[in-house]
């Protein structure tokens, strides 16, 4: 397909792709309506085990989480697991029955300290042993940030290798629920992934959950393990019971028909509407993230879209932005491009509108492209949500 | 053709007929009961020179028989056909409800209900019943002559409306909003008056103000603490009673309009602390800034903000007072810094905010709140330090719930002693489940400030009904029981209703007139909350910087993706 007809097919398409998603809503009646009536409104799909793995028992994100840190503090007895409201089991239940079954000289309560938390973390990992700790939620990462920056980043390379915090896995729930409003929505994997030393990992399912971070806790490097909070139990899958590691570093492709929420429902759509074949991306590891295959793929593909949930301005999609085109310059048929959060506090009131996952939550008004294609396309996806709108001009 | 009406009852008229010219009727539970109006009914009027005589009959406790004992306590003619009567002294003195026999009287076969008094009507001639006199003590207080009634029923308006009085910032004194002074609870408070005769809604026992005690302080690096008693006026007790039933009856309201799921997110309820916001308050004026955490409706209201505009900035509506974009956590207004969600954050803040009013030389303090569970967040003490070191007008307030979401205090402090954790800064320990003791320490705390000594902080004892929010049921890290003797023996609106009662400084009904005012305002709020506009969709964009940042007029915010952008 040529591009300027591919455009033109693309005008025409994308208004009825709108049509088929439904109306778009203007009106402060269908605005508080829809706002009453929100919730996730993706379906989760779930992905099955290498069957290698052995025997699986059907769990949610939360349990998959659980069921980690079981193998780890009964394989490694250095290890322990911390934060705050973790020994009745954790705000979201990631640590249900593991202080009954491992003590509490393992499992136990912090007080309201993330700096505390997280710097005393920091020196218990320095001191050789395996440490977990839990911030209760990503939004009050931030007193702890100034640990994680100047200590827990540098402290292999300003000790010339002497020491390292290695053992250090620090876990916390991020993204949109629905109802969180300003200081429990909040996605700061950008923040994180402005820091050399350390590693930023976020799975999209219980599975990728369970062997991502026992991969984190293995990994010789301090590594941060944020969780879709969405996602702890709408997401549920047969998940192996014994332990078993993924490889951090590696994105994944997700090939039609084995992948999860809103980005298959846009590739199918893509597909069936616009006859668009997608290839989709999950990146899984935010820092350092996999260049080969994103750039591999791209090059096949000629295009790039680009998905996040964090704000647009210095989100991450922008550093891959612009490593693409970099790498892919040659290849690129358009420029990359990128879908993200606004550029405001993430809002209380206006969230369906923040997330549009609702996919006709936008009025006209607004341009907006999801899908810019030729014969194939691709598109990254950092974390888990990629928004539909309704284009009113044809755009490039 | 005779009627009754015993106080919080439907009418009686079922008068038996048991002789020509005798009529009786059983009133039961009469040991609750005060007052009796009994009245002609008009359906036929007494014959000429008649006079209904009324007698009341108290049966008696065993061995005695159970025939009532007959005592006169008045009369009612077709000039004088409606009268009260105070029956509680009538009660024979050996008359114990508790009686072993109450319910059965085993050695006559028959049950004798201690509780139920027979009233009897004889239609005597007048000359006859003129003669009689009734007991002392049952007769309501006559009705007074048309110059004394008045001036009654004035006192008592004059003291209604006062206690709806506030100062705006910036004004001099205080002013009664108009909506007190026209609305029908005024109108009818007044109507009440008429009815009883001016006599039972306006007291002359009622003291116009008393001297109160406030509960025991602990001191910490104080030589000495607040007053150990406390006047307190009857329009100021009235007024705090109001704004503890404002605010509880707000969260309750908050709470169910959760439950309906209006309000979505997260909601922490102030039920059980009413006194600490309300006690502080009274010392405070709206010059004096506060901050505070993320249980923040209390302050809200007591700040100046109406019932409405809290329950509509719950719901996510514009009228709400951060214009629905902020939320429960965080709510506004002018001198008061909100509402904070991060735990501790607002700490140093309110040292900072106090830094600003010494160096204007406003001479002003600032309070600054937060919990047991953020007085172990590092940024509390470095706030500390600064304003010990520089002698800032800061009152640290330690809003002390025993629980930290979840975790008991012990659980998570070394040491739970709050207020000796400023170490260097004296400390306050108070009882805040009582509104006086509250206000006292708020006054000792301010002149402390205000005379230059520097910071000080005040540990408030109080304790929360509800789970930490709403999504927290609050039983699982603590028992009913505790929740249940907390709210029974040591409710902060209960007992100071008692300590009012008690020292005869506002009347019963005056204070159930205030809970139907608070209730009927709620409501309202609650309809608004619930029907008022949502916010402009634009209001996403708005807001993020000044509008539009200075040196860029042309800017947008950036949204969704490089080709959307903010409306403007």
Redesign the interface.
């Known amino acids: 397909l040529k591009l300027p007809i591919a455009s033109l097919l693309l005008g025409g398409s994308c208004r009825s792709l709108a049509a088929r998603l439904g109306p778009v809503c203007l009106d ?1 009646a269908s ?2 309506r829809r ?2 009536s ?1 919730g996730p409104q993706f379906v989760y799909t779930p992905e099955s085990a290498d069957k290698s793995l052995g025997e699986t028992s059907r769990m949610n994100l939360f349990q998959a989480v659980t069921s980690a840190l079981d193998n780890t503090l009964a394989n490694d007895p250095s290890a322990v697991v911390f934060g ?2 973790v020994a ?1 089991g954790g705000v979201f239940r990631c640590t249900v029955g593991l202080k009954d079954k491992y003590g509490k000289d393992r499992v136990f ?1 912090t ?3 993330e ?2 938390i997280v710097g005393f973390a920091i020196g218990h990992a320095v001191a050789g042993a395996t440490t977990v700790a839990e911030i209760q939620f990503g ?2 990462i ?2 702890a940030f100034d640990q994680i920056a100047n200590e827990a980043s540098k402290y292999r390379y300003r000790s010339g290798n002497h020491f390292n915090c290695g053992s250090l896995t620090v876990r916390a729930p991020i993204g949109a629920v ?7 929505s909040q996605s700061p994997e950008g923040f994180f992934a402005h820091l050399p030393g350390i590693k930023v990992v976020i799975p999209r399912g219980p599975i990728q959950a369970k062997g991502l971070l026992l991969a984190c806790i293995n990994d010789p490097d301090p590594c941060f393990y944020f969780e879709p909070k969405i996602l702890y139990r709408s997401a549920v899958e047969d998940v192996p019971v014994n332990g078993y590691v993924l490889p951090i570093g590696k994105a994944e492709v997700l090939i039609e028909g084995s992948d999860v929420h809103v980005l298959r429902e846009v590739a199918r759509l893509a597909q069936s509407e616009l006859g668009v074949s997608c290839e989709l991306i999950d990146m899984r590891t935010i820092l350092p993230f996999d260049e080969e295959t994103v750039y591999a793929s791209v090059c096949k593909t000629g295009r790039c879209l680009i998905a996040h949930e964090a704000p ?2 210095g989100g991450f999609g922008a550093e891959l932005a612009a490593s693409v085109q970099e790498h892919c310059f040659l290849n690129l048929e358009a420029p990359v ?9 993430f ?4 969230e369906n ?2 997330l549009p996952i609702s996919a006709a939550a936008w ?1 006209p ?5 999801v899908i810019e294609l030729a014969s194939n396309w691709t598109g990254w996806c950092s974390e888990r949500l990629v ?1 539909l ?1 309704s284009a009113s001009t044809s ?1 490039l | 053709m005779f009627a009754v009406i015993a106080c919080g009852r439907l009418v009686q008229t079922d008068f038996q007929q048991v002789d020509a010219n005798k009529f009786t009727l059983t009133i039961p539970a009469a040991d609750k009961v005060n007052h009796l109006v009994f009245f002609l009914t008009g359906q036929c009027p007494l014959p000429d020179g008649a006079a209904a005589a009324v007698y009341l009959g108290w049966p008696q406790p065993p061995p005695s028989p159970p025939e009532p004992v007959w005592s006169f306590i008045g009369h009612l003619t077709n000039e004088k056909p409606s009268a009260i009567f105070k029956i509680a002294r009538t009660r024979p003195q050996d008359h114990d409800p508790n009686h072993p026999f109450l319910a059965n009287h085993f050695a006559t076969g028959s049950w004798t209900d201690l509780t139920c008094v027979q009233v009897g009507i004889s239609i005597e001639p007048v000359q006859t019943v003129a003669g009689m006199t009734p007991p002392a003590g049952t007769q309501a207080d006559s009705t007074p002559t048309m110059v004394a009634f008045s001036q009654r029923m004035l006192e008592s308006l004059v003291n209604y409306l006062s206690s709806f009085a506030t100062t705006p910032p910036g004004a001099a004194e205080s002013y009664v909003p108009m909506s007190a002074v026209t609305s029908s609870s005024a109108i009818r408070a007044n109507l009440l008056l008429l009815r009883g005769g001016g006599g039972l809604f306006v007291s002359s026992r009622l003291a116009s103000s008393a001297v109160l005690s406030t509960r025991p302080y602990k001191l910490h690096k104080l030589e000495s603490g607040p007053a150990s008693e406390a006047q307190v006026t009857s329009d100021e007790a009235r007024k705090y009673y109001r704004d503890m039933a404002t605010v509880r009856r707000m969260e309750t309201a908050a709470g169910n309009l959760y439950k309906e ?2 309000i ?3 909601c922490h309820l102030y039920s059980g602390q009413e006194a600490c916001c309300v006690g502080m308050e009274a010392v405070l004026d709206r010059n004096d800034p506060v901050i505070t955490a993320y249980r923040a409706h209390g302050w809200t209201y007591t700040r100046g903000v109406p019932v409405k505009a809290v329950l509509s900035e719950l719901t ?1 509506r514009a009228s709400g007072c951060a214009k ?4 429960s ?2 709510m506004y207004n002018h001198n008061f810094y909100g509402g904070n ?4 954050a607002q700490v140093p803040l309110g040292a900072g905010i106090a830094f600003a009013q010494k160096y204007r030389e406003d001479k002003r303090v600032c309070v600054t709140l937060y919990g047991d ?2 007085a ?4 509390v003490f470095e706030a500390f330090n600064m304003a010990k070191l520089w002698d800032l007008p800061c009152i640290f307030v330690c809003e002390n719930n025993k629980y ?4 008991a205090v012990e ?3 070394a040491s739970t002693a709050y207020y000796t954790r400023g170490d260097y800064i004296p400390g306050l320990w108070v009882d805040a489940m009582d509104v006086i003791t509250v206000r006292e320490a708020t006054r000792f705390a301010k002149d402390w400030c205000l005379s230059g000594k520097g910071p000080i902080l005040l540990e408030m004892e109080t304790y929360r009904y509800h789970g930490h929010s709403m999504s927290d049921p609050g039983t ?1 890290y603590r028992t009913r029981e505790e929740v249940q003797s907390m709210r029974q023996m040591r409710d902060p609106i209960a007992s100071f209703r008692q300590t009012l009662l008690t020292a005869e400084l506002v009347a019963e009904e005056e204070l159930k007139e205030i809970d139907q005012s608070v209730r009927k305002e709620v409501d309202e709020a609650v309809q608004a909350a619930k029907t008022n ?5 634009k ?3 708005t807001n ?1 910087y000044s509008q539009p940042p200075s040196g860029q007029p042309n800017y947008r ?8 952008w903010s ?1 403007n």
């Open positions: 402060a605005f508080s706002r009453l929100f705050e409201d009745f309560n007080p309201l300290s700096q505390g939004d009050y931030f007193p629905g109802h969180g409003a300003l200081y429990h647009l301005t491009r990128r879908v993200a959060g606004h550029d405001t506090p809002p209380h009131i206006f509108f923040y009025p008004s607004k341009i907006s492209l928004y709108f755009v | 799921k209006a979505r997110g997260f996510g629905g974009k902020g939320g956590m965080h969600g991060i735990v501790g569970g953020a172990n967040q590092g940024q930290g979401m979840g975790t659980r998570a402090a699982s506009a949502v916010p402009d969709p209001e996403l964009y993020v915010i950036r949204g969704i993706d490089q080709f959307t409306a």
